[in-house]
């Protein structure tokens, strides 16, 4: 990957922002969107290659970790856990899709705080140094869920990438592995 010195400095910005206030969790859209136009357009993975802020963020601050490694269990690099992660992947985005029409619809509450592995609470509300006033609460609802699942995914390749090597997480990574399908396709 060429690493540019500072792109993991975007994923630490997004954190950031999200106490600024929760709505900038939606940017993370971006981060979901452009790897896969990049596949079509460029034909290869590039994203992951050179751009990628949350491989950044995992090579630049575990690559002087000051142990060694352990080897990668076989079952990441040669597919069963890929697999899970992309179910988990399409599970969630399901739930929040769900809920956050059923909040739309004002057959639900809006959720105001975190969650781990999207059902697990976080005790701990988020504080907010600006506030947006008129935004409609199933917008709120599905940034809390943006953040909560980009919060999840990151502390879990954090720390794979503390146990096993620094870019564990891209072995299992949703993103990769639909990646790679796509592109394989597109060469068939
Ligand atoms: S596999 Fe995932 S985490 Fe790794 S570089 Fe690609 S998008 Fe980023």
């Given at each position: 990957m060429r690493n540019h010195k500072l792109l993991f400095t975007i994923t630490l910005s997004y954190f950031l922002l999200g106490?600024?206030?929760?709505?900038?969790?939606?940017?993370g859209i971006f981060c979901m969107t452009i790897p896969f136009f990049l596949v079509f357009k460029t034909k290869k993975k590039t994203w992951c290659?050179?751009?990628?802020?949350?491989?950044?963020?995992?090579t630049t601050t575990l690559k002087h970790k000051g142990w060694n490694s352990l080897n990668?269990?076989?079952y990441f690099v040669h597919g069963e856990m890929r697999w899970v992660m992309l179910t988990y992947f399409a599970v969630s985005l399901f739930f929040i899709t769900m809920t956050t029409i059923a909040v739309a619809k004002g057959v639900r509450a809006p959720m105001n705080y975190l969650r781990f592995f999207?059902?697990?609470p976080i005790p701990f509300s988020m504080p907010q140094l600006i506030q947006f006033s008129k935004v409609t609460p199933w917008i709120t609802h599905l940034a809390y869920r943006f953040y909560s699942m980009m919060m999840t995914t990151t502390i879990l390749g954090f720390t794979l990438g503390l146990i096993y090597r620094p870019r564990t997480w891209c072995t299992i990574c949703p993103v990769g592995t639909?990646?790679?399908s796509l592109l394989k396709k597109k060469r068939r």
């Open positions: 106490f600024v206030n929760i709505h900038f969790a939606l940017l290659q050179g751009y990628c802020p949350r491989a950044a963020l995992y990668t269990p076989n999207v059902v697990y639909m990646s790679d």
